[in-house]
């Protein structure tokens, strides 16, 4: 028997059309195959079991046989839509002379498309709505928490994708706990005004002549087996679902499409293909093309430059092995008011190695309009991977390469799992979820500030990258700042902070000649350990007595100092240096030489310091 058709009608409500549907994939900054592997795969790491210690993605390109494609023709798409345009996009490729080929995109691991498969239907208790989440509905809400995203934009992804706009899906799956095959096939067309939306799906008649629903059981077992599609034992470890993608646009052939796959897979999920990614956040990937055998892709860790994101990666996770040739530093990114940790930045540098390259490499004479696959993997790692809880990569940012052209570094920022700063990052993902836009959150929001302020110090922290490769990257010491930048934070400071100021006195109360001038900056540096410090110097009047004096470290937050918190740390006074050399220690000192003292105080984390000289009982500000 043939599979029915039913293309939706306008409701008097109205309904979204096929175009607006397809419109939600707006005018993405990525190639369409990019754009179908990352939100295809996403969307099944987001349906991985939580009895599954991994889910497994298979990516395959073919062509179809003639008893597939007569198949095809006669039981699937026998009847074709009334609309012209969808009728002649399936006609082209169903009676076509050329090869039709199709890419499918099988998982397993996963919950498959669960749940009613009528939007109609009220759910379950805890039951899924996958189903008709992924062919009825439009848009649907995140509905897994820490997850990806929306369905809406992944699906307009998988339509956009065929040169007809038509998808076949498999899945093993349940429906109310009960084990459950399903098999449909949907089309996005145009609109008929006053008739017909431009949705179009392919099954068997509802009992109540409204919609199709999915072939079922052994008929759907069938049905994807005379279509070659990926086998699906009848157990739990044939769960999961393949989307067949009919007649491709694809960017080349071959090889250079697996390569690309490939290329895709290792860039956008690598944190999940790792050694060390936790049980039920993991991910394996093969990639194929007809009838050659399934080639696993290649474990991160051992594909250049990767590996250097990957020992990134593990110093968030904690899991960091000693390493002679690579050196990883760790930091939080903070806010400071409200005092949260936004999440964790992690930066790996070693010597560049060899690559592997699945695709010509990019090159800075290769012509703009020049059509041609090439490596998204880049020559010389300077990147830091953008990610929240849910380890998938959003996007990269990009910082200077080394001075040292045998020496490349890569990073991974990490936001943190408190629910209200992962949801601020979550909810400034634009429908890709390929960037975070702190401009689309509400302003003056602290969701807002919270995504901005990591951004601006992920961007500050990887400004001086190119500083040595030997010892900690600059931004992990606030020796990047400039010291002008950090005299005018410094409460107190004179001049430009650069240098060694004229110093001075001034009126004290009662009109009494104070007996010290107020602190100024002089320079940061680390000691040998990495710490940072700040040194201050002042000039003592002491009138031939001595003078108890105090240092009281203060720090600097949006221009203003306060006294430290557990948020922001605690400087500590390290060493005071008297006028003939001498060094004394502890907060307060008995002084009683005359002349220039400097005072050296530990910074903590990445804010700014300053001091205040004080007289028991006496402040100077």
Known sequence: MSLLLHSEPFSPDGNLSAEGFENLLGTPSLDLLAILVREAVQNSCDATRSDAKKAEVRIRIRSLTSEQRLYLKERVFQHLPDEDTARQNLSEVLLGGDDLKVLEIADYGTTGLAGPTRADVPLADNENPDFVNFFRNIGAARDVEGGGGTYGYGKATLYRASSAHTI????????????????????????????????????????????????????????????????????????????????????????????????????????????????????????????????????PEEFAPLDLLCHAMN????????????????????????????????????????????????????NEGEEQLQSIIPTRLRHVALMRPAQLVVRYEVGKELADHSQEWGGVFMCSEDIDIEGAFARSEPPAHDDWQPESLPAKSYERRFVNLALKRIRDAIAGEDETTETAPAEEVPLAIPATAMGRLLPGAQGDGGGRGSGGGGGGSGGSRRPFSQPRPVRLFADPDGQAVAEFEFDLHADGRSRNLEAVPRVVIDGSAQDPDEATGYPQVREWLAPDGSSLSGIGVVAHLEGRWVVRVTIPGDVAVGLRIREPRSVVD
């Open 168 to 299: 076949l899906v498999d899945t093993r799956t349940t429906d109310a706990g009960t084990p459950t095959r399903r098999f449909m096939a949907a089309q996005m067309g145009r609109a008929v005004s006053g008739r017909t939306t431009g949705r179009h799906w392919w099954g068997v008649g509802a009992n109540d002549g409204l919609t199709v629903e999915p072939l079922t059981g052994e008929a759907a077992s069938e049905c994807a087996k005379e279509l070659g599609m990926p086998e699906r034992p009848d157990n739990r470890a044939g769960l999961g679902t393949t989307v067949m993608i009919l007649a491709p646009h694809l960017p080349a052939d071959g090889d250079m499409v697996v390569g690309a796959l490939t290329e895709y897979l290792l860039w956008n999920f690598w944190p999940r293909m790792m050694q060390t990614t936790p049980a039920g956040k993991k991910l394996s990937a093969l990639v194929a093309r007809d009838g050659e055998t399934w080639q696993p892709v290649p474990n």
């Open 315 to 366: 110093a968030t996770r904690g899991t960091e092995a000693d390493e002679t040739d690579v050196f990883t530093k760790k930091k939080s990114i903070r806010s400071f008011r409200p005092a949260r940790v936004l999440g964790t930045l992690a930066i790996s540098s070693g010597r560049a190695a060899m690559r592997k390259w699945l695709l010509p490499p990019r090159s800075d004479s290769d």
